[in-house]
């Protein structure tokens, strides 16, 4: 029989395990996942990144006419080709271009492009155009309903502050968040290993707090080992997003069963003041990347993971007043990794032949392409039934 005293120290056992993160927790009795399963990382560039200074067409007679305060010398990019440059801050990204790790996709947008923040990242995060058929649920989401998961586990993790991205929100399918690798530490009280008394057959509820009690501990012990590890890994530099995606690797690395990762960099709302933000931003994204997939590569983990950055929208072509760029269309996606066709992909728009209406870029590739790609080829999914429609991939990933 379970008496008083056993069933308030084991309920007070259990009241503990909502402070473990649930993916970690049910880690403790998760069926192990495939060690060569393919992973997803997801980097929002948020607020709208200049795709034109960041993939520079500095032979566009556009550009010189139409920036003054933001023309970067052409002289002063690194080379890709006769007409293409990268922005100088981005030296640890031309690393990985010439490593063949690195592909810059230009021109990516939608149909009738949406220069509110809210309404373009709804669209990206979604996969779908129009607010009737978007039912709560993201791209991502509608992927990990569709696919299986290694039992327990959780199918996307958010790195970051903040909500949950809706990109992950999915109606069957669970993703969690950690703000950083603290949330893996806990106290020394829930560490430590219960004492839970065996209990006689038939005692359900005896059952029940039991072995959810040693859930929570053998989750709590797993991840205080993680957190403690002392790893040989890559240098990474001090910045926020470098630390979160030292953390992300950090669980690719432990195997806990995630099929995609996700994490912002904010900033890139850029109406004033533009350049040094703008050099900031792009260097700390540079090296953050170049950093994690060393991590990866050192690992032996890298060609498992696929990078994805993108932005809501690009910026205008034309400078504003205050030394800056507005809200504007198409932009640079860019796919990161050993399995990517690296160099240039799409085709960049023309800066001189301008959208009439609004004089911005014209977009000359549907994200829902890449999307597509993603979905068919990387994650295995098949695409359609999460965009609503067929898109034709595009040739960024090698074999395909």
Known sequence: MLSRRNFLKNAMLLAL??????????????AKPEKDRRILVVIQLDGGNDGINTVVPFKDEGYTKHRKLLCLPAEALITVNDSIGLHPALTEASELLNAGQLAMIQGVGYPNPNRSHFESMAIWQTGRLQRGERNGSGWIGNTLDSTTQAAG?????FVGGGQL???????????SALTSAEDLVLSEAVRTKPMVAAQPAGNDLAAFVQRHALDAYAAASRMAEVAHSKQ??????PFELAARLKL??????????????????????????QAPNHARLLREWSGAIKAFLDDLAAARLAERVLVLCFSEFGRTVRENGSGGTDHGTAGTVFLAGPSVQAGLRGTMPSLLDLDERHGDLKVTLDFRRIYATLLDRWLECPSDAVLGGRFEPVALLQGG
């Not at 395990?17 to 998760?30: C, D, E, H, S, V």
């Not at 991205?165 to 399918?173: E, H, K, M």
């Not at 040989?232 to 530099?237: F, L």
């Not at 992300?248 to 003041?273: C, M, S």
């Open 153 to 157: 586990a959780a199918g996307a993790v």
């Open 165 to 175: 991205p809706d990109a992950l929100r999915g109606r069957r399918s669970s993703a």
């Open 232 to 237: 040989d890994v890559a240098g990474y530099p």
């Open 248 to 273: 992300v690797a950090r669980l690719i690395k432990e195997d806990l069963g995630a099929r995609v990762y996700y994490t912002v960099q904010p900033g890139y709302d850029t109406h004033a003041g």
């Open 17 to 30: 395990a909502p402070n473990i993160p649930g993916f970690l927790a049910q880690t403790a009795r998760a």
